[in-house]
Every structure is written in structure tokens, then in C-alpha cells.
T-cell receptor
Framework: GAVVSQHPSWVICKSGTSVKIECRSL??????MFWYRQFPKQSLMLMAT?????????EQGVEKDKFLINHASLTLSTLTVTSAHPEDSSFYIC??????????????FGPGTRLTVL | RKEVEQDPGPFNVPEGATVAFNCTYS??????FFWYRQDCRKEPKLLMS???SGNEDGRFTAQLNRASQYISLLIRDSKLSDSATYLC????????????FGGGTRVLVKP
């Protein structure tokens, strides 16, 4: 099956610093990548949808200037949490959707990145 | 009202028993439905898609009731390894590839 990786798998940082999370599709080209956030005992909440070569579409209530998303190639998307604060501590998960020839609504999830902001 | 609602559980299930639980969705135009499994501190993994006629995959059976806007998952002959949180996921019509996740139903299978 399709494989999606994320790096790092966990990160601890000081308040005020920026953290970059990478999401890669390893064996397929992802036309669309999604970024989710999951707080403890809650469900996944979609933060933004990114298409290769274009600006990301953010969900309501998600600050685009705080969560910078770059989708420079068909296999890589990055999420940068700028000026992180303790309330940004969460489990960040990306998913990648393959091109139309492989189905339009199958999302393959990365293993997630656990962010802790001190 | 949440778009996708689930009983959070936990459902405590004796090993070998059958457990079933539902999920309701609010958007009647939703077109794709899935059950995902999520283990503690891990990413969700697709368990099975849910088709209109219902479908079975081994010990797992999924049903869709469009009239009442719910889907169900039944697990037969529960194994200890079935302990997880089961996420109901819906792809609303017109949302492209976006998925809406329910809060999950926690299942604990005990010896």
C-alpha cells in the first residue's frame, strides 16, 4: 500500500520558537495533502488542505500566518508552527491523496508528529 | 449538532464476543463512508469502506442506512488485538477529498 512518512515523530520546543514538520509520500505522487490536529481524547480536526504548487486552503478558525504550509512538490508538504505556544501542543497528522488515476478519495495517513511546547 | 457523532464508549467486550456500534451523520448528501481504526498515540488506519449494500471483511461487517443517516460496525469473535478506537469517517458531497471524522468509539476487549 501507499506509504506516507512524517518527520520528526516527536518534538519538544520552547515557547516562541518555530517548528517545521515534514510529510512525504514515499511511493506515490500526492496531488493533495491534508494536515490534521488531534488533541487528547478528541477526534482529528482538519486544519488545511494543500495542493502541489498552490496556496493551502485553511479551515475556519485556523490561522494561516501561524501554521504555514508549503507543498512544493508532489511528494512533500511541510507545516511550520510559528511562534509556538503551549496550547499548540498536539498530535499533528498529515495525509496524502493519490492522483485521480488511483482514486480520488483515498487518504493515506502519516504516523503523526507529537509536538510539546514548554 | 456535530457532523459525525459516535458513542465514545468504552465498550468492554469479552474476548470472543460480538460488539456493534453506530455512528450518525448530519449531511444527508454525504457520499462516502469509512471506518478507521486508531490505536493509542498512533495514526488512523483504514479498516474498511462502507458500501450501500453493506459489506463484510472477515470478522468485520459494516452497514449503511441512508434513510436514518447512520452507519454501523459489527465485530464478531472479538480478539484482544481489536482493542482500539474506531473512527467513523464521512466524505460529504461537494467537499472534494475532505474527510470528516467522528470522535471515535473506544473498544476494550478483555480476556
Amino acid at each position: 500500500g501507499a506509504v506516507v512518512s512524517q518527520h520528526p515523530s516527536w518534538v519538544i520546543c520552547k515557547s516562541g520558537t518555530s517548528v517545521k514538520i515534514e510529510c512525504r509520500s514515499l511511493d506515490f505522487q500526492a496531488t493533495t495533502m491534508f494536515w490534521y490536529r488531534q488533541f487528547p481524547k478528541q477526534s482529528l480536526m482538519l486544519m488545511a488542505t494543500s495542493n502541489e504548487g498552490s496556496k493551502a486552503t485553511y479551515e475556519q478558525g485556523v490561522e494561516k500566518d501561524k501554521f504555514l504550509i508549503n507543498h512544493a512538490s508532489l511528494t512533500l508538504s511541510t507545516l511550520t508552527v510559528t511562534s509556538a505556544h503551549p496550547e499548540d501542543s498536539s498530535f499533528y497528522i498529515c495525509s496524502a491523496s493519490a492522483s485521480a488515476s488511483r482514486g480520488t478519495d483515498t487518504q493515506y495517513f502519516g504516523p503523526g508528529t507529537r509536538l510539546t511546547v514548554l | 449538532r456535530k457532523e459525525v457523532e459516535q458513542d465514545p464508549g468504552p465498550f468492554n467486550v469479552p474476548e470472543g464476543a460480538t460488539v456493534a456500534f453506530n455512528c450518525t451523520y448530519s449531511n444527508s448528501a454525504s457520499q462516502s463512508f469509512f471506518w478507521y481504526r486508531q490505536d493509542c498515540r498512533k495514526e488512523p488506519k483504514l479498516l474498511m469502506s462502507v458500501y450501500s449494500s453493506g459489506n463484510e471483511d472477515g470478522r468485520f461487517t459494516a452497514q449503511l442506512n441512508r434513510a436514518s443517516q447512520y452507519i454501523s460496525l459489527l465485530i464478531r469473535d472479538s480478539k484482544l488485538s481489536d482493542s482500539a478506537t474506531y473512527l467513523c469517517v464521512v466524505n460529504p458531497k461537494g467537499a472534494g477529498n475532505k474527510l470528516t471524522f467522528g470522535g471515535g468509539t473506544r473498544v476494550l476487549v478483555k480476556p
